[in-house]
């Protein structure tokens, strides 16, 4: 049974930090295009970064987030760094191989004094 597990999100305050995980399960994770999106409120989802052989950061995103990945423990992670009312979002991991593509049940992230 394929498997995205996200975990990490939460209430943080403006210029803090968060880190998201996403454990994957029941395919060939190291063979895939690992990408984070997320879906502010009342707007539509967006890129956030992109991991493959190379590492892309959406406009705005590069400098604060960093995404990583671990083949040996099939897990993904994004560090969210100076974090912004704006930031505040439901993010989603992503795993895609040009046929497949799945889809994390998405975390909330809320950037908030």
């Known amino acids: 049974q394929v498997q995205l597990m996200e975990s990490g999100g939460g209430l943080v305050q403006p210029g803090g930090s968060l880190r998201h995980s996403c454990l994957a399960s029941g395919f060939t994770f190291s063979t895939y295009v690992i990408e984070w999106y997320r879906q502010p409120p009342g707007k539509e989802r967006e890129l956030v970064a992109r991991?493959?052989?190379?590492?892309n950061y959406a406009n705005g995103m590069k400098g604060r987030f960093t995404i990583s990945r671990d083949n040996a423990k099939n897990t993904v992670y994004l560090q969210m760094n100076s974090l912004r009312p704006e930031d505040t979002a439901v993010y989603y991991c992503?795993?895609?191989?040009?046929?497949?593509?799945?889809w994390g049940q998405g975390t909330q992230v809320t950037v908030s004094s």
């Open positions: 992503n795993a895609k191989n040009g046929v497949k593509d799945y």
């Open positions: 991991e493959s052989h190379w590492t």
